[in-house]
């Protein structure tokens, strides 16, 4: 009987190989994807404004605690607006803001939204309730 290699890395014998690399796609060496994590909390956001940050971390497949770090990222640079009502946050898109990269062209954050299917009544028109 012939030995085969061991195909996971130093010290995962035994675990899911499915779950080398965290088991989630784009966490592949060399792996990437489309959207940042700062792109899927902001899209998040506009679809559900009311969701809590552990709902986020949910549908974005990232940590609380990373959530908690883009939002304020994002609310420093002026692409939302954080509301407190009672114990919750109600997060708003803010209107008119540019996609940051000189490469978009001074492209709105609603058409980066739009792209995604998110309706532009899920992020200017909140501002007006």
Known sequence: MTETANPLPDGAAGRDPDRRWGGRPGTEPGGWTFLTNHARVLAAVAREPEARIRDIAAVCL????????????????GYIARTRVGRRNTYRIAPGTKV??????????ADLLAL??????RTDDRAAQ
Not at 65 to 70: L, N
Not at 100 to 109: L, M, N, T, V, W
């Open 62 to 77: 990232l940590t609380e605690r990373a959530v908690q770090k883009i939002l304020v990222d994002l609310e420093t640079a």
């Open 116 to 121: 995604l299917n998110i309706p532009r009544a």
């Open 100 to 109: 940051r990269h000189p490469a978009d062209g001074g492209r709105e954050i």
